[in-house]
């Protein structure tokens, strides 16, 4: 399963609280249509059926059954900078 590291708890709690999602809300992560390999982050008011939901200290992280396969031995990382806040994926530990 998806796990989620410090900075990216804090980042998905912040990211979803300045967009007034409510407490089911969170961050979706599945496979991008028009790139191979590539995924898509956006906000969801609730997971779509299917998603697997990832929740840890209040932030919601939901993944799309085929991505949640794909991502089931990664990591969600966040770093911020001037354009704002950025989500990688790296391998778990």
Same mark, same amino acid.
């Given at each position: 399963?998806?796990?989620? %590291?410090?900075?990216?708890?804090?980042?998905?709690?912040?990211? =979803?609280?300045?967009?007034?999602? !409510?407490?089911?809300?969170?961050?979706?992560?599945?496979? !991008?249509?028009?790139?191979?390999?590539a995924?898509?982050?956006?906000?969801?008011?609730?997971? +779509?059926?299917?998603?697997?939901?990832?929740?840890?200290?209040? +932030?919601?992280?939901?993944?799309?059954?085929r991505? %949640? =396969?794909?991502?089931?031995?990664?990591?969600?990382?966040?770093? =911020? !900078? +001037?354009?704002?806040?950025?989500?990688?994926?790296?391998?778990?530990?």
């Open positions: 399963m998806l796990t989620l %590291s410090a900075n990216a708890r804090h980042a998905v709690r912040d990211v =979803t609280r300045r967009a007034h999602l !409510s407490p089911q809300g969170g961050l979706r992560i599945a496979e !991008s249509p028009e790139r191979a390999g995924f898509e982050v956006s906000l969801a008011a609730a997971p +779509a059926d299917g998603d697997e939901v990832v929740e840890v200290d209040g +932030a919601r992280v939901f993944v799309e059954p991505t %949640s =396969t794909i991502l089931a031995d990664q990591q969600l990382d966040a770093a =911020t !900078s +001037a354009e704002g806040t950025g989500f990688l994926l790296a391998p778990q530990d």
